[in-house]
């Protein structure tokens, strides 16, 4: 027997032999001070782990936006991973509650648990992409008797780096101005293709290729029992946040997925607890009300999403933190000096860097995965038994399914809204036959979410208006106000008709497979008519619309009704402006006007200031506040939030300060008294407001507009289809604000006409503003102004009092944006 132990022992250390560590592969110790490894020394020392070893399957499983190879780790014992598609079989079977529970019982027990650990997703947060090896490594290599039970019952899935793109970005630009008064300056661009800081928050939308990606994995293929998504952000002086989340909780989160979450949570903060890692905070700003996060969207899948947000440096720069500065409160009023419930250690300072932060999501990493291993079947058990319990719930019906019309106001829309579902796992049916619901005749061809499936909690959540409830501190205190965006009901974002049916029906339906993207059309009232026109305008052929917005092709329609149009439409020619002061809502609409495949030009500050706006008919303004236009990165000012010991090094690069600057406006009054079009989103709209002689007035800047709070919901807007902004849409739409600009024309109404004229094109309802969400003060905006076009000189200014564009999710309201665009470069017929 001693013999045996030996050999084993031998066997163990020739073994470990053979896998390079992370400190041989990247010449350093990952977390050293000033150091940070790349994606493809990240990405390779992974493939070195993957040839040395018989415990780590390396698979590549996608490309990111810019093309760099994305890799999933499967790490567990070797004898699991020859069986890695029967453990993939059981797990998929166990989420979507196959078989009975004779077949759940067999398969629990011969099943692993599946944990997802990802690292890098806002790749400023530097730690967790750089701590992946260390993971791996350990996980690989070592013989204690924790690391051999997690890998004989846990198949770990981990993605080293989830942002590969950004992190090369975030490296390159640290590794430049290492040791200059540069060195922990913000990066001057979005650190992901069109979303940056916003790719978490792309999760039932999934706009992004890297989105798609990983959502295929999660929720196609692998289903994990647990999905830890790290970050690095917690409320200051903590170290580090970890579950429970603070409240509210949302109806649709079933409750025995949060009561697992926060059994997670129990386990990590013991074993920090046991480690003498103090500063773990709990039940703090972080809440479980969101959908469409990486931890949030798998709960509503009936997944344990965990987040952590531990305590970041600034990139590879440490820092000394001193108890005396530390503020004595938390935002939520408790201590941040003497321990709590919910921050029992607190911590008293100290040098902070990489290694710090590496040494506290390590011990996140093996809570997590030691929990799983000792409840692997448990948790495979309880998969199986969420799914079946939102089966039979959905079979009772209140709802029992969501009817979405085939023939909609926009189509286009409502089959797009339709794959995003599909993609995230919800199963969608089409009626062979007529069928009645509700007392309604619906004919065959009608597309039918039927509640009775397996991720129920999800289809609820994104169908259903959000109404977020009233948290107070104590009888009468101040009412707590969400942490992130409080409504975003997927069908009325997008305009789409989806109607609730409580009561079961009889229908002959058939699945259906993924739905191809359809074909565009002229039809106006689809946003797929602008595909269906750049189409056209690139083989040359004339479109033109009617005076009510009817599209009109050469050819195609009727000659008297082409001859009487309106505007002839020519390609469009636009301009973006893109500040050094990385822009979210830029990006997105970058993302649109891809997406419909508008070409564009990016305006840097110089180019505005001189007035080097090429041939653009359109400058657009993403939301973005006006005094960060006008300045942008002061020149030799420390960025505002970093201590006062490290400002001399957080000086922003001379190229990328100040912003357009007085000279850049005065271009931009310029361009538009002589016939451009000026195109503003929400925040942007006051360098117009302010600076320009327009006559409106923003009613929200008022003293009195203090108890209007609109902190990211859906507003209920009527619309004026007389303007051409508005053509192709309904009366009535739901519009996305996170706070918005609500107008009064103050320009007498006989002065209100020829080169000065003001003409709206929406306003906010007149009665039940909110649409889904959380709202206060609606009174304040009620039949307000929301979308103006304002004539300027020769030119226009459109001022947009929100995002029409937000996060590439609001197709409802594209339209607005695209009509503007169109409009700028159109060549008016008839006035």
């Known amino acids: 027997m001693i013999r045996l132990g030996m050999a084993l022992l031998a066997c163990a250390a020739a073994f470990a032999s053979s896998v390079p560590t992370p400190e041989e592969h990247l010449g350093f110790r990952p977390g050293d001070d000033y150091k940070l490894a790349d994606y493809a020394e990240i990405s390779g020392y992974f493939q070195k782990l993957d040839a040395g070893s018989d415990r780590m399957r390396l698979v590549e499983f996608g490309r990111s936006s810019h093309g760099k190879p994305m890799y999933v780790a499967f790490i567990s014992d070797a004898a699991n991973l020859e069986r890695l598609d029967s453990y993939r079989e059981i797990s998929r079977r166990m989420a979507l509650g196959l078989g009975g529970e004779e077949e759940a019982e067999a398969l629990a027990r011969e099943g692993k648990a599946v944990v997802w650990v990802d690292s890098g997703l806002h790749a400023s947060e530097v730690a967790p992409a750089q701590h992946a090896p260390v993971l791996a490594h350990t996980l690989v290599t070592s013989e204690s008797e924790e690391a051999r039970r997690i890998r004989e019952s846990v198949i770990l899935m981990q993605v080293p780096v989830i942002n590969p793109d950004g992190l090369d970005w975030i490296v390159e630009w640290y590794r430049r101005n290492l040791g200059t008064p540069h060195e922990i300056a913000p990066l001057p661009r979005l650190y992901q293709k069109y979303a940056g800081h916003d790719n978490n928050r792309d999760w039932f939308m999934l706009n992004l290729t890297e989105t798609r990606h990983v959502t295929r994995l999660l929720f196609q293929e692998w289903f994990p029992q647990i999905v830890y998504n790290q970050h690095q952000q917690p409320p200051y002086p903590a170290r580090i946040f970890v579950p429970p989340y603070a409240d509210p909780l949302n109806p649709n989160i079933p409750a025995a997925l949060m009561e697992g979450v926060n059994l997670i949570g129990a386990a990590m903060k013991e074993r920090f607890a046991r480690e003498n890692k103090p500063g773990v905070l709990s039940y703090h700003g972080f809440d479980g009300w969101w959908n469409g996060g990486l931890r949030t969207a798998p709960a509503f899948h009936n997944m344990h999403g965990i987040l952590t947000e531990t305590a970041a440096g600034f990139y590879a720069t440490p820092r000394q933190e001193e108890l005396k500065d530390f503020p004595a409160r938390f935002s939520n009023g408790l201590p941040t000096r003497e321990p709590s419930i919910f921050y029992p250690k607190p911590w008293t300072g100290g040098k902070w860097g990489v290694r710090e932060a590496i040494d506290y999501m390590l011990t996140a990493d093996f809570a997590i995965l030691a929990f799983a291993a000792s409840h692997s079947g448990a948790l495979l058990k309880k998969a199986h038994h969420l799914a079946r319990e939102s089966i039979e719930d959905g079979k009772k019906g209140n709802p029992y399914a969501y009817v979405v019309p085939e023939q909609q106001w926009d189509s286009y829309s409502a089959i797009e809204m339709l794959r995003r579902l599909q993609a995230a796992g919800i199963q969608a049916h089409r009626a062979r036959a007529p069928f009645t619901a509700n007392s309604a005749d619906y004919p065959a061809g009608t597309y039918v979410l039927l509640a009775a499936q397996p991720f ?94 009817e599209i009109l092709a050469e050819g195609r329609s009727p000659r008297e009704a082409f001859a009487a149009a309106r505007f002839e439409l020519r390609r469009p020619r636009v301009a973006l402006y893109e500040p050094w002061v990385a822009n979210m809502d830029a990006g997105w609409t970058q993302w649109v006007l891809d997406e419909f495949r508008i070409p564009y030009a990016l305006l840097r500050d110089e180019e505005v200031r001189q007035g080097r706006f090429g041939k653009a008919d359109a400058i657009i303004l993403a939301s973005q506040r006006a005094t960060s236009i006008l300045h942008g990165y002061r020149r030799g000012q420390p960025n505002t939030r970093t201590p006062a010991e490290i400002a001399n090094k957080a000086i922003q690069r001379l190229e990328y300060t100040g912003g357009i600057g007085v000279a850049g406006l005065g271009q931009l009054e310029r361009f538009v008294a002589g016939g451009g079009m000026l195109i503003a989103f929400d925040a942007a709209t006051d360098l ?25 919901s859906l507003l209920r807007i009527n619309v004026n289809n007389a303007s051409p902004l508005a053509f192709g849409m309904p009366v009535q739409v739901t519009a996305f604000s996170t706070g918005g600009r609500a107008w009064e024309i103050e320009l007498a109404e006989a002065e209100n006409t020829g080169d000065q004229r003001i003409e709206s094109a929406a306003r906010y309802a007149g009665s039940d503003v909110l649409a889904s969400g959380w709202l206060s003060g609606e009174d304040v905006v009620k039949n307000r102004h929301i979308l103006l076009d304002a004539r300027y000189g020769k030119g226009r200014v459109v001022l947009f009092g929100f995002r029409p564009q937000f996060r590439g999710q609001t197709f409802g309201t594209f339209k607005f944006l695209l009509n503007a665009i169109y409009l700028a470069s159109a060549k008016i017929l008839k006035e």
């Open 456 to 549: 129920r909690p999800y289809l609820i959540d994104l169908m259903e208006p959000q109404r977020y409830p009233e948290l107070r501190t104590g009888a009468d205190g101040p009412t707590k106000r969400p942490y992130d965006v409080a409504g975003w009901t997927l069908r009325m974002s997008m305009g789409v008709d989806a109607q609730r049916v409580d009561a079961p029906f009889e229908a002959d339906l058939e699945p259906m497979d993924e739905l191809a993207q359809p074909a565009p059309s002229l039809d106006h009232r689809s946003v797929s008519s602008f595909l269906a026109t750049v189409d056209l305008l690139d083989r040359g052929v004339k479109v033109r619309w009617a005076a009510d917005g």
């Open 688 to 712: 117009a407001v302010d600076f320009f002689p327009l006559g409106v007035d923003n009613v929200l800047r008022a003293a009195s507009s203090s108890r209007y709070y609109c902190p990211g």
